[in-house]
């Protein structure tokens, strides 16, 4: 009987560690699709930079893409999102990489 109380105890601990984690903000809205249009004259490298959903604290807001100069960041670009910080979420706007 003993044997079986400590296999429970051990069970009861194991599933103690798999509860459900929801996240406490709405998923992020699927990416728009958009024209690219063709990059205005420049005399420096233009790049795109892809449409993307910010959070303004209360709800996701569409900025449209556009062209930039590329300057000194990466053309990588990353869209923004949730990170699990312990017991909540912080927001990551979209950036470059």
Do not use: F
């Amino acid at each position: 009987m003993k044997r079986c109380a400590i296999v429970l105890s051990l069970c009861l601990s194991a599933l103690n560690g798999c509860s459900a984690v929801y996240p406490d903000h709405p998923p992020v809205p699927p990416i728009r699709a958009e024209r690219v249009p063709a990059p205005p004259p420049s005399s420096v490298v233009m790049i795109w930079r892809p449409g993307h959903y910010d959070w303004n604290g209360a709800n996701y807001v569409w900025v449209p893409g556009e062209w930039v100069a590329r300057g000194s960041h990466s053309t990588l670009w990353q869209d923004g999102y949730w990170q699990q910080n312990n017991q909540t979420s912080v927001w990551v706007p979209a950036h470059w990489i």
